[in-house]
């Protein structure tokens, strides 16, 4: 299968074209996004199940989504997300929707992935808070 690299620049581009025609109903669509692309990652990281998070994290990083990443029962902690950009409200949408696949195909259940914290709004990292539906 093929990949293209689209570096933060372009990824912020994209955002603030969708922002200004759809405002924040696009943040959805990222979130969505993020699914789908963690949809193909969680397939490959169930492979080895006992080692899960360390494998999506593994991928995370080498796709560059993020520098460091820690995964807890119920909250995760990213430093260097790509999504990171000045503003005043949290912005890893696609990292969200990422995490909350990840952790469904884990689990076999819905969960919501809030992020609590983002590095955009002067946080020194971005915090999401994973709870069980």
Same mark, same amino acid.
């Not at 692309?37 to 169930?46: F, H, P, T, V």
């Not at 560059?64 to 119920?74: L, M, N, P, Q």
């Not at 430093?79 to 005043?88: L, N």
């Given at each position: 299968?093929?990949s293209?690299?689209?570096? %933060?620049g372009e990824?912020? %581009? @994209?955002?603030? +074209?969708?922002?200004? =025609?759809m405002s924040?109903?696009?943040?959805?669509?990222?979130?969505?996004?993020?699914?789908? @692309?963690?949809?193909?990652?969680a397939?490959?990281? +169930?492979?080895?199940? #006992?080692?899960? &998070?360390?494998? !999506?994290?593994?991928?995370?990083? /080498?796709r560059?989504? $993020? /520098? /460091? @990443?820690?995964?807890?029962?119920h909250? $995760?902690?990213?430093?260097?997300? @790509?999504? =990171? #950009?000045?503003s005043d409200?949290p912005?890893c949408?696609?990292l969200?929707?990422? +995490?909350?696949?990840?952790?469904?195909? &884990?689990?076999?259940?819905? !969960?919501? *992935?809030?992020?609590?914290?983002?590095?955009?709004?002067?946080?020194? /990292? *971005?915090?999401?808070?994973?709870?069980d539906?």
């Amino acid at each position: 299968m093929r990949s293209v690299k689209i570096d %933060q620049g372009e990824l912020r %581009q @994209i955002k603030e +074209l969708y922002e200004g =025609v759809m405002s924040h109903a696009c943040h959805g669509l990222f979130f969505k996004e993020g699914s789908v @692309i963690g949809s193909g990652m969680a397939d490959e990281a +169930l492979k080895d199940r #006992a080692r899960f &998070f360390d494998r !999506v994290g593994h991928i995370l990083k /080498e796709r560059g989504w $993020v /520098e /460091e @990443i820690t995964f807890g029962d119920h909250e $995760v902690v990213a430093k260097g997300s @790509i999504e =990171v #950009a000045p503003s005043d409200i949290p912005t890893c949408h696609r990292l969200r929707g990422m +995490l909350r696949e990840f952790y469904e195909r &884990f689990k076999g259940g819905r !969960v919501k *992935c809030t992020e609590e914290m983002c590095a955009s709004t002067g946080h020194p /990292e *971005c915090r999401f808070r994973i709870e069980d539906m």
